[in-house]
């Protein structure tokens, strides 16, 4: 069984036909899911099971039962794959990518694409799996049922799908739902932040980049030494003008010594008081003369000791 199936000699994809048959079936079948609301987000090959010329979609209730889609690990990196619709139509484009080549894809998103039957397939393909399409969003199941490839596929089926659910399961699954997608949002957005930091660190950690951060480090230490120093001096410059003004000034020169003042003579005031009291005696004399009277005079007696004694 091994070698039969899983080791295959030759691998190859299915006849255009086929493809655009069965990517019409199944393509059908999301959007009735999608219009009833029922969330789904596992389409994967061992999920479509053929029924003569009729393709089944399995396990359903798998989203509902809180099982990971099997291409979560794709989707969860693009964060504008944030809905089960968008996520159904990634998971679509996985599956025309087998059907149409007959083995799974190496990576994705798809840079290019092998030879294919058509030329549609690959417009098909670009439009879910390439780098643009995975970083802008995914189409509708709508706009695929209307691009070149299935547009002009007939189904023959007669058989008329029925899925009823209550109005009170309605309300359920849109819970569900929503639950479901919050958590790829929030998955998505750590996975976003894991991959910066993991691309900011081997951008740092790079030779290149070590050697410019040795660079821009020298440059910013030669301007800090450079800053330091001026300011230094500046600060020297400024404490030095503020230490000569804080100095009291200087006291202003003498004034020049004044001219020496004459001596004072003590003679004078002598001078002056003998001149008045010559004066007064002078007046004092005058006036006893013009007064003089003999009469007044009393007899002097005399003792005259002139004559010589002979001893």
């Known amino acids: 069984f091994l070698k039969k199936y899983c080791n295959p000699k030759k691998i190859q994809g299915l006849e255009l036909q086929q493809i655009k048959t069965y990517g019409r079936q199944i393509l059908e079948v999301l959007k009735f899911l999608h219009d009833k609301g029922f969330p789904y987000g596992h389409l994967h090959t061992s999920n479509v099971m053929l029924d003569g010329d009729t393709c089944r979609l399995l396990d359903l209730e798998n989203s509902l039962l809180g099982l990971p889609s099997f291409y979560r690990s794709y989707f969860s990196q693009f964060r504008k794959i944030n809905t089960l619709?968008?996520?159904?139509?990634?998971?679509?484009?996985?599956?025309?990518?087998?059907?149409?080549?007959?083995?799974?894809?190496?990576?994705?998103?798809?840079?290019?694409?092998?030879?294919?039957?058509?030329?549609?397939v690959v417009a098909v393909l670009e439009s879910t799996l390439s780098c643009e399409a995975c970083k802008n969003g995914m189409p509708t199941v709508s706009r695929l049922l209307?691009?070149?490839l299935f547009s002009d596929v007939l189904l023959t089926t007669?058989?008329?799908?029925?899925?009823?659910?209550?109005?009170?399961?309605?309300?359920?699954?849109?819970?569900?739902?929503?639950?479901?997608?919050?958590?790829?949002?929030?998955?998505?957005?750590?996975?976003?932040?894991?991959?910066?930091?993991t691309r900011a660190q081997s951008h740092h950690g790079s030779e290149e980049e070590?050697?410019?951060?040795?660079?821009?480090?020298?440059?910013?230490?030669?301007?800090?030494?450079?800053?330091?120093?001026?300011?230094?001096?500046?600060k020297y410059n400024n404490s030095n003008n503020s230490g000569i003004s804080a100095l009291p000034p200087p006291p202003p020169p003498p004034p020049p010594p004044a001219a020496p003042l004459p001596p004072v003579s003590t003679e004078?005031?002598?001078?002056?008081?003998s001149q008045a009291v010559n004066g007064m005696s002078r007046g004092a004399l005058l006036s006893s003369i013009q007064n003089f009277q003999k009469g007044t005079l009393r007899k002097a007696k005399t003792c005259d000791h002139s004559a010589p004694k002979i001893g």
Do not use: W
């Open 85 to 120: 619709e968008s996520v159904d139509v990634h998971c679509f484009g996985h599956l025309l990518y087998e059907m149409t080549y007959g083995r799974p894809p190496d990576s994705v998103p798809v840079d290019s694409f092998p030879p294919s039957p058509s030329m549609a």
């Open 146 to 148: 209307q691009m070149p």
């Open 158 to 197: 007669s058989e008329k799908p029925q899925f009823k659910i209550p109005t009170k399961l309605k309300e359920a699954l849109r819970i569900a739902k929503e639950c479901i997608e919050k958590r790829l949002i929030e998955e998505q957005k750590q996975i976003h932040q894991h991959r910066r930091l």
């Open 210 to 234: 070590r050697k410019k951060r040795k660079i821009l480090a020298r440059k910013k230490s030669k301007r800090s030494a450079l800053e330091n120093s001026e300011e230094h001096s500046a």
């Open 268 to 273: 004078a005031p002598a001078q002056l008081s």
